[in-house]
């Protein structure tokens, strides 16, 4: 199984800052079976990037992915009041696992 | 859309039977898969099943236990579940791939709730 390890645990930034999150596999993955999911208090996560770096539908170009083999960055410009939220990395090269999630909390 | 139903409160070690209706988009099309969330935890993905059902997926954690099946003409997907742990405890979403059984999940339902306890 392909552990993925998020890192930090919790980002506290100001509306407008940079948001940085790692996301780190046990093993090397393919660039196109790496997705990032965002989860917003009592609603269903919804799919922000696949394929490492391509945004879904109605994603704003703010969000922006990058990385290979083991190492994979979610990038949130200049984050705006709906992007607080906790964010799930997933590869779904070898079956499907998550990372633990990394909590994007207003400072 | 996407919609679960099913979810109960049920003892250990009985069974539960979730369903799934997808509407809104051609259901024989696409992968059909369970992901679930515990109470204040993370995802994770439990099994999945693909437009023709040859393809089937399951976590370790309910291999032997669980089983997902589908039905294109009723336009439903379900997943039959024994043996039920304290661990299996989580709000069970069903989920699309986007056209791909090896693609990403781009549609999600809104949750079915699964309580085991005595």
């Known amino acids: 199984e392909i552990v993925l390890t998020q890192s930090p645990g919790t980002l506290s930034l100001s509306p407008g800052e940079r948001a940085t999150l790692s996301c780190r596999a046990s093993r090397s993955i393919s660039t196109n079976y790496l997705a990032w999911y965002q989860q917003k208090p009592g609603q269903a996560p919804r799919l922000v990037l696949y394929g490492t770096a391509s945004r879904a539908t109605g994603i704003p170009d703010r969000f922006s992915g990058s990385g290979s083999g083991t190492d994979f960055t979610l990038t949130i410009s200049r984050l705006e009041p709906e992007d607080f939220a906790v964010y799930y990395c997933q590869q779904y090269d070898i079956s499907r696992t998550f990372g633990q999630g990394t909590k994007v909390e207003i400072k | 859309q996407l919609v679960e139903s099913g979810g109960a409160w049920v003892e250990p070690g009985r069974s539960l039977r979730l369903s799934c209706a997808a509407s809104g988009f051609p259901f024989y099309d696409y992968g059909i898969y369970w992901v679930r969330q515990a109470p204040g935890k993370g995802l994770e993905w439990v099994s999945g099943?693909?437009?023709?059902?040859?393809?089937?997926g399951y976590a370790d954690s309910v291999k032997g236990r669980f089983t997902i099946s589908r039905d294109n003409a009723k336009n439903s997907v379900y997943l039959q579940m024994n043996s039920l742990r304290a661990e299996d405890t989580a709000l069970y979403y069903c989920?699309?791939?986007?056209?791909?059984?090896?693609?990403?999940?781009?549609?999600w339902g809104q949750g079915t709730l699964v309580t085991v306890s005595s």
């Open positions: 099943i693909s437009w023709n059902s040859a393809s089937l």
């Open positions: 989920v699309r791939d986007n056209g791909d059984y090896y693609g990403p999940f781009d549609s």
